[in-house]
Structures are given as C-alpha cells and as structure tokens.
C-alpha cells in the first residue's frame, strides 16, 4: 500500500510558530522532531519507505529532503501552487494512476499526534485489506470522540458490517462539519460518530473513477497531468496546468457526493490529537485541563490551563495566568487567552500588504 501524507498547508493556527517558509509540520513542536518526521516514523516497521509519499507545496521540498533523508526523492509530490485539497489529492492519484493504479493507497496528514501507533498501523492494514476485497469501497479511519468537540467534523456510521482484523467495521452514513455544542454531545454518547481525521483508503483506479463522476471540470486538468507522468514534459505539464486547476476542497469534490454503499468506517481509539491549533496542541500535551504546557526556558507562578512556548533564549515569566498562551519567537511574542485563538488566522492574514507582512 502506498502512504501519502499531505505537508503542504502554511498553518496560521499556530503562528508565529508557523509561517509561510517555515510551516509548522516542519516545526520542532514536541520533542525534537517535527510533526512530519513524528507522521512517518508512527508507520515503521510495518510500511517501508519506498511506499511513503510526502505531498507539499514546491517550496518545501528541500526541507523534506533534509528532515526526510531516507525519502526517496521522486516520493515527493510537489504542487506548483495551492489549490487546495481536492486537486492535491487528484495530483497523487494522477500520478499512481501511471504506476500502480490498482494498489490500494492510505491519505494522511502531517500535522497530527498519535499515541496509540500500533492500533493505527493495524488499523491502515485492516482498511487497506477491505480495499482489497472491494476495490469500490473507501474506508476511513476514524477517532473515537474523546469529548463533544465543536471544532472537528464528524463521520456518521451505522450497524457493524464486519470484523476484520479484530476491528469492527461499520456502514458509512454520511458527514457532519463542526456541529453545535448540543449536537456534539449527542455525537459523543450515541456510539454512531467518529471524529473524522481525513484519513482514508481507497484505490488510485476508484478515486479517479470519483473525480470524473463528481468533479469532470477537475478531472479533465488532472488527466492532462497523469498523461505527462514519468515523460520529460512532466514539470512543464505541471507547471502549465496546476495553477490554473479549480480551486476546491476534497470534501466538496468528491466526498459530500459519496454514495452510502462505496463507504465503510473504521472506528478506533487510536491516541489522535489535531496539533494544528494552539488550543487544540494544549489538549493534546497536557494530562489534565488545568495543567500548564512550557517548552523553553519558562517559569509559570500560580497558573493554570496556559501553554507558554519560548523559543528564545530569554527567561520567559508567568504570573497568575489562566487559560493563556505565551508564544515567544525570536521576532514575534504572542500573547492571548486560549479563547481568542480563532482570532490568530483573521490577524495573520490582515498582515498582507502591510509593513507587518514579514513577520507572516
């Protein structure tokens, strides 16, 4: 099975962490490795390298290739310019589309946590075997709701259908995009709703056959793409073709028209946390609510619920915080409560074309 984990998006939710050169699945946010580094090491030892593809914008490649040095080079999928996910998707099935059309392939993301590795890699190969038994099948991979989150879709399935590889896998029944806080907590008890993570498998061959039936203007520049693959012309195709391609997510191309019976879910803890937001990153770190999250030199008094990142080599003091974050870069400081987060992405890009747009 190929895995192609998507590494491409600036993310604005973290800044000023994250910025246009320096996006944060690229960003030493745990540890010391990135989140990209953290997505491909979770898939050892039962995948190899040879069968993990990174896709990300152009830009970016040569930082893949240094964090990534044992990433073939050709298993970077660049994109020309940002088109958003349905074409990056189309891009990766274009291309197995010349070389292995019928071998199932996994869509991951970069920038996520997992905890639970082992559950998640059994779970990739119990989804790519149902794929295999039924090439006209998407299967995903969903997360157990931990809480009622308003700020995460979800994936509505009914009765189990079967059990493979000890996962019990259920009918698909449709999607629900960030719901209200009462129908959230309605998701979390009734047992018939997963987080959705994006995290799906399927065939090259059944995913082009979507892109023709559901999104043909799309289609139609893809498959100019996938006719140059492997030729000379390749890159001048690409860079002809690509950013003028429709502009448009995945969901909305393909995935919102997905008949019930070509889905199948998987529902499985598996230790996920979206590490995309500073909110989302604080939940994900710390063992209770009320406790804090520091990286760097930092010292919290009588605090509580506050993440305080320093990445400069000044002491970084809090007093009496709560529900706060503190993010010191060596030209930017944030500082705001855990609340106004939404807020972040709105600022960062009122920047543009301002004197402040450096710093983006």
């Known amino acids: 099975m190929k895995i192609v984990i998507f590494a491409g998006g600036v993310g604005t939710r973290l800044w000023p962490l994250s910025r246009k050169n320096t996006p944060k699945q690229f960003e030493k946010i745990i540890g010391d490795q990135s989140t990209l580094q953290l997505a491909v090491q979770k898939l050892f030892p039962d995948f190899s390298w040879e069968d993990v593809y990174i896709s990300t914008n152009e830009q970016y490649k040569k930082i893949i290739e240094d964090q990534l040095p044992k990433l073939p080079k050709d298993n970077?999928?660049?994109?020309?310019?940002?088109?958003?996910?349905?074409?990056?998707v189309g891009l990766a099935v274009a291309n197995f589309m010349k070389t292995s059309p019928n071998e199932p392939m996994a869509i991951l993301w970069g920038d996520h946590l997992i905890r639970k590795e082992d559950v998640f890699r059994n779970a990739l190969k119990?989804?790519?075997?149902?794929?295999?038994?039924?090439?006209?099948?998407?299967?995903?991979?969903?997360?157990?709701?931990?809480?009622a989150s308003q700020n995460l879709g979800y994936i509505e399935f009914n009765s189990e259908a079967?059990?493979?590889d000890g996962f019990p896998v259920y009918g698909f029944s449709g999607f629900e995009y960030r719901p209200h806080?009462?129908?959230?907590?309605?998701?979390?008890?009734?047992?018939?709703?997963?987080?959705?993570?994006?995290?799906?498998?399927a065939t090259p061959t059944f995913l082009w056959k979507l892109?023709?039936?559901?999104?043909?203007?799309?289609?139609?520049?893809?498959?100019?793409?996938?006719e140059s693959v492997g030729a000379k012309e390749y890159?001048?195709?690409?860079?002809?073709?690509y950013p003028q391609i429709e502009k448009i997510s995945f969901d909305n191309a393909i995935l919102e028209k997905l008949k019930k019976e070509n889905g199948l879910v998987i529902s499985v803890d598996i230790g996920w946390s979206d590490i995309g937001a500073w909110e989302a990153l604080k939940e994900a770190l710390a063992g209770s609510d009320d406790e804090n999250v520091v990286k760097g030199n930092v010292e919290l008094l009588d605090s509580k619920d506050s993440l305080a990142f320093n990445y400069n080599g000044q002491l970084l003091v809090g007093i009496d915080l709560a529900g706060m974050l503190v993010i010191n870069t060596e030209d930017v400081l944030l500082v705001c409560p855990k609340s106004s987060v939404p807020k972040i992405k709105k600022y960062v890009e009122s920047l543009a074309g301002g004197p402040n747009e450096k710093f983006t």
Do not use: C, M
Not at 189 to 196: A, E, F, L, V
Not at 235 to 241: E, K, M, S
């Open 76 to 88: 970077i999928i660049t994109e020309p310019a940002l088109r958003d996910v349905g074409p990056a």
């Open 126 to 147: 119990a989804a790519e075997k149902l794929v295999e038994k039924d090439p006209e099948k998407i299967v995903f991979i969903g997360q157990k709701p931990r809480f």
């Open 162 to 164: 079967e059990k493979t």
């Open 181 to 201: 806080l009462s129908t959230a907590e309605r998701f979390l008890k009734d047992g018939k709703h997963s987080w959705n993570l994006g995290y799906f498998v």
């Open 211 to 226: 892109f023709e039936q559901f999104a043909p203007k799309l289609f139609v520049d893809l498959q100019k793409i996938s």
């Open 235 to 241: 890159n001048q195709v690409l860079q002809a073709v």
